[in-house]
């Protein structure tokens, strides 16, 4: 699904995204807390949060994400998303929350991404 389509179906707005008509979102994880998306996620895959501190876009970066999606009416500073921009990470804003915004995106065909595994103690 490109990004354009899934900013109209979230009723949201695409920031910092000259090139976004090439961004094909196919996966997507959703959390708030920075270690489960550091943890359990994988690569190139699209994040739905609702956190805006400094720390998102850098773990982002991290995992090559290839979007971030902010739930919830958020929105990082103007400082952050230039940040965003100069690393070339498209972010959308919704004011859906995150249950919606899963919900309609796995209804399009937008798959969970495959956890990575988490280390067991023994």
Known sequence: MQLTAVAQLLVGEIANGADVHDVIIDRAYAADLLSDVLALTEERTTLITGTISPQVIKVADILNV?????????????????????????????????????????????????????????
Do not use: D, H, W
């Not at 804003?93 to 969970?112: D, H, I, N, Q, S």
């Open 66 to 122: 290839i979007a971030i999606i902010f739930v919830r009416g958020k929105r990082p500073s103007a400082e952050l998303i230039e940040y965003a921009r100069c690393l070339g990470i498209p972010l959308v804003f919704t004011e859906k929350t995150m249950f919606e915004t899963c919900g309609l995106l796995y209804a399009r065909g937008v798959k969970p991404c495959k956890n990575r595994p988490v280390c067991q103690l023994r």
